[in-house]
């Protein structure tokens, strides 16, 4: 039964879902739909639930489907299928607005005679013992 849902759900752009049905002796078009939520169900479980719509949908695309965004969307609300959303990101450093910036020793000119000569760089990733 598997593998008639399964041709049903690569073949229903050309030939339509009620035809396909019918000529396969699948007795309840429903099952058809099923089918394909059930391959949403396990694309989204695959990636451990973070897949929202928008990659299901490609995700789907990549793999021979022909459907719309609003569908996946739909079959995920009708299911209670729900995407992670990623955590926020913190800066790392905040500055301290109270302290004076720290002083333009080369004057923004980079360019040196010989090797050695100019030595820039930045420090504030590096862990202090103030905190």
């Given at each position: 039964?598997?593998?008639?849902?399964?041709?049903?759900?690569?073949?229903?752009?050309?030939?339509?879902?009620?035809?396909?049905?019918?000529?396969?002796?699948?007795?309840?078009?429903?099952?058809?739909?099923?089918?394909?939520?059930?391959?949403?169900?396990?694309?989204?479980?695959?990636?451990?639930?973070?897949?929202?719509?928008?990659?299901?949908?490609d995700e789907l695309r990549r793999l021979g489907r022909r459907i719309n965004r609003k569908r996946v969307e739909r079959?995920?609300?009708?299911?209670?299928?729900?995407?992670?959303?990623?955590?926020?990101?913190?800066?790392?450093?905040?500055?301290?607005?109270?302290?004076?910036?720290?002083?333009?020793?080369?004057?923004?000119?980079?360019?040196?005679?010989?090797?050695?000569?100019?030595?820039?760089?930045?420090?504030?990733?590096?862990?202090?013992?103030?905190?």
């Amino acid at each position: 039964m598997i593998h008639r849902y399964r041709l049903i759900s690569e073949h229903h752009g050309v030939y339509g879902v009620a035809r396909l049905c019918r000529v396969l002796a699948v007795k309840r078009r429903q099952g058809c739909y099923e089918w394909r939520a059930a391959e949403i169900r396990g694309i989204h479980g695959e990636h451990r639930g973070s897949y929202g719509s928008p990659r299901l949908t490609d995700e789907l695309r990549r793999l021979g489907r022909r459907i719309n965004r609003k569908r996946v969307e739909r079959i995920m609300r009708q299911r209670g299928i729900v995407g992670i959303a990623g955590r926020r990101r913190r800066p790392l450093t905040m500055p301290d607005g109270a302290a004076a910036p720290a002083p333009d020793l080369v004057g923004r000119d980079f360019t040196a005679q010989a090797p050695g000569q100019r030595l820039v760089g930045d420090i504030t990733y590096l862990p202090a013992g103030e905190g």
